[in-house]
DNA sequence: CACCAGGGTACCT
DNA sequence: AGGTACCATGGT
């Protein structure tokens, strides 16, 4: 119930610590997760991605898929725009990846994102599958792990016992949804067959999904490397970066985005949005200590 | 302890 | 088209 996989320019830890995916808990030197209902432990080594599931397994094809381990990273790379602030976040975590995820976890967890901090999602979906996921398989003497809960286990929940989940005002959008989802108004797999446009405007019909969401799930569920989530880190960075003491409308920020970024802006989006996160921290941090010790003087 | 967080929406000018 | 308040909650 073991497998390696051979990679290279893979950094599992970006990878999974990047905010597309909410459900991976760091365990020494591994990753614990649970992918479409099968528990799975990663580690990175020299090389290579071992992945161990609690359960034999036929195939490992699932696992390939969501890790996008046949992806050419260098080839994708090789499509952003080559400025300082590109160069900078390649440099900085280089060997991150995008995930391709369950397209209902997707959506789902990123209803429940809506002004959350990363930390916070993490702490809302681990109640949500807790609550009402159904138990999987782990290896002897491991705690209960449970699977995300399918759209018909939170269209029966009550909106009372999701708001235990500490979702808030994110409840009875995240009910609603499942309830269509469920009701098979809108079937999520198909919409892997439609185009970007399409499955866009089929995504904002949810209650509590708008652009930002939809960009999100057509990215980290469906593969559209250009769809381009803009949060309020990313905006931060383009008008910063590109737009220094400027203010560009809407449209002209629009635009900036599907013209210069190129074929892969999605990905380069998570480059960004990563070396922002990770990065800036501590330049800010070191911003901080310079005026303290100016002040000290 | 304010401030802010991988936003959406209704409602205002 | 472009601003604004509000939604609920907890991390930093």
Redo the contacts with the bound molecule.
């Keep these: 119930m073991t497998a390696s996989f051979p990679v290279r320019d893979y950094d599992l830890a970006a990878t999974l610590t990047?905010?597309?995916a909410f459900r991976w808990k760091r365990c020494g030197d591994a990753w614990q997760g649970i992918i479409s209902g099968r528990w799975v432990e990663l580690r990175q080594e020299a090389g290579a991605i071992v992945a161990r599931a609690a359960e034999a397994q036929r195939d490992w094809n699932w696992l390939r898929h969501y890790l996008q381990i046949d992806v050419d990273l260098e080839k994708v790379l090789g499509t952003f725009p080559n400025d300082d602030a590109m160069r900078a976040s390649v440099t900085a975590c280089r060997g991150l990846r995008l995930l391709r995820q369950d397209p209902w976890e997707c959506l789902a967890s990123?209803i429940l994102?809506?002004?959350?901090?990363?930390?916070?999602?993490q702490?809302i979906v681990r109640a949500l599958c807790e609550c009402f996921g159904s138990r999987v398989a782990v290896p002897a003497a491991h705690e209960a792990q449970y699977a995300f809960p399918t759209p018909e286990q939170v269209a029966s929940a009550a909106e009372r016992d999701l708001?235990a989940c500490?979702m808030?005002?994110r409840a009875p959008n995240l009910l609603a949804t499942a309830r269509i989802v469920a009701a098979g108004e809108v079937d999520l797999a198909r919409l892997a067959e439609q185009d970007c446009e399409t499955a866009r405007t089929a995504l904002?019909q949810f209650?509590?999904?708008?652009?930002?969401?939809?960009n999100?799930v057509l990215l980290f569920a469906y593969g559209f490397q250009d769809a381009f989530?803009?949060?309020?880190?990313?905006r931060k960075a383009l008008l910063h970066l590109y737009f220094p003491r400027r203010r560009p409308?809407?449209?002209r920020l629009e635009r900036f985005i599907r013209t210069y970024f190129g074929p892969n802006s999605g990905y380069a989006?998570?480059y960004l949005?990563h070396y922002m996160?990770t990065q800036m921290p501590r330049t800010r941090k070191k911003a901080v200590e310079k005026r303290r010790r100016k002040a000290a003087q």
């Design positions: 990047s905010g597309q990123f994102s809506s002004t959350k901090q990363i930390v916070q999602i702490q708001r500490k808030g005002f904002v209650p509590g999904v708008g652009e930002k969401i939809a999100c989530p803009v949060d309020v880190w990313v409308s809407v449209q989006q998570q949005f996160r």
